[in-house]
DNA sequence: TTTTATACATAAGAAAGTTATGTGTTAATT
DNA sequence: AATTAACACATAACTTTCTTATGTATAAAA
């Protein structure tokens, strides 16, 4: 099979991040995601994030599923089943407490993300006067 | 001892990132203050980034010293040690390779943030016409 | 009919941190 | 004078979080 260097090709394409800037992310990104679209199932969330990001930042199943679960362990995700003819679909919404996290979550980013600007010289100052 | 009771009194007042964020962009930090200062040695890093994020960011010892170390055996970064009376310091600067590395890790890193931010709904559009 | 897309799940391994510990010097405090 | 804090390095055990690989199964397309 020629699926490792098509990979290859396709990569030099359309290049997308190097993963550990994906990581500690993925939280905050899912829970954004699902606050702005009310519910949303796996597979969705991933062609989502795809589709949005032009294919820059693509959520692998294996670390999307076990986050959807620690999520909700956790309580911040609720679920609920639906068939699609014999096909299962699991839609995940958000709690309560899903909703304030994702509040956190993203300001907490947003402002990170301010202050790696300011740390990397790419703003001219931090605008705080 | 206090220490517990105290650090969280202190995170409490001044916030600092949860670690997740901060991983994957350690070095990216690293190579991009030794391209603006030319050469630091690891304890000065560690408070060079403290102070400039206001102590959001603090750099562990033990995060910092293995990085270096990884960065210096892969060809990025070469080391001299001086003396400050009985005490050592180890010099880190950039290689030529470092540069150019430093440059592109700075670039995806922003390049990222952008991103980030279009997925989060931070900004108001991608300015892409 | 075989591949691709849809849709879930999990397990082994790697990467990159945290936390704890260790060594030793120098300055400040009590 | 003695102890604590700051300086300055290093490493090892552990945890988290992802990647990679594998597994199951249905539906659509080639």
Known sequence: MYKTCILKILMYICPMYSSELIKGTLKTIVLNLLRDKGRMYGYEITAKVKELTEGKIQITEGALYPTLHSLEKNGELETE????????????????????????????????????????????????A
């Open 81 to 128: 089943k639906e068939f699609i003819g014999k096909r299962v679909r699991k839609y995940y919404s958000l709690t309560s407490q899903g909703q304030e996290t994702a509040s956190q979550k993203v300001n907490e980013l947003a402002d990170f993300m301010n202050t790696m600007k300011f740390l990397l010289d790419l703003e001219p100052k931090l605008g705080n």
